[in-house]
């Protein structure tokens, strides 16, 4: 090849030459990765989720001798647990409409055996004797939660006394009371109190004919004491 042809050719390579690298390093470049910044779209967003519903306090009735015997009996055959039974009714419906869970149970009911609750009452009617008016309430006397069981007990007196009017009669309460053989049957831990809700003589009247202000009196004892024991 003469000098004049590669003197023509030369140039033609270089330029060629030239375009290969060029390209080489722009597909070098466009390749690498790139640490990108993360446009607004891009950027997580903090997700929050409603805390669980804490779930309703649940409350044990216990219906005095109901499924097990009368009680106390009137010399006109009014019977305790009637009365008993028809005031536990007004008063589970009662908290039921206020959003707790209730259980109505019996006198010696199987679900008593280790039963768990935010709190449960005994509902009796003290005896058919005339000339005696007023209510007691009364925890185990070997209570686990004494403190806890006894502010449920004065929840009671407090709140029962002021919706029924009766007036307490604390120094007719017996042994018997704060041996109630369902305190020793619920779990430990469940505060458990025994209400007689009024004398089925003098009292009669209320118990058997105003049976919606004593659930309703009950029902205010309970919701005294509950409502303290919520956590804040």
């Known amino acids: 090849m003469g000098e004049r042809a590669r003197r023509e050719i030369l140039p033609g390579l270089a330029a060629a030459l030239g375009l290969i ?44 001798h109901w499924k097990y015997d009368g009680g106390a009996m009137c010399p006109d055959g009014t019977l305790e647990v009637d009365i008993n039974y028809q005031i536990a009714i007004g008063v589970v419906k009662l908290l039921k409409e206020k959003g707790y869970e209730v259980d109505l149970l019996a006198e ?82 469940t505060p458990a109190v025994i209400i007689e809700m009024g004398f089925m003589a003098d009292d009669a009247e209320l118990l058997g004919h105003r049976q919606d202000t004593v659930a309703q009196g009950v029902v205010a004892g309970i919701e005294c004491f509950l409502e303290g024991s919520k956590p804040l």
């Open 21 to 64: 690298l060029l390209a080489a390093a722009l597909v070098f470049f466009t390749s690498r990765p790139r640490a990108l910044s993360p446009s607004p779209m891009e950027t997580p967003i903090a997700t929050h989720y409603p805390s669980p519903t804490p779930a309703p306090l649940r409350v044990g009735i216990v219906s005095g």
């Open 108 to 189: 010696f009911d199987p679900l008593l055996e280790g039963y768990e609750a935010d709190a449960l009452v005994s509902l009796h009617s003290d005896s058919c004797i005339p000339g005696v008016s007023g209510f007691k309430a009364a925890r185990a006397w070997n209570s686990f939660i004494p403190e806890v069981e006894d502010r449920l007990v004065a929840c009671l007196y407090e709140e029962y006394g002021r919706v029924t009017g009766l007036h307490p009669h604390q120094w007719s309460i017996t042994p018997d009371m704060h041996g109630y053989h369902v305190f020793g049957e619920v779990a430990p831990e």
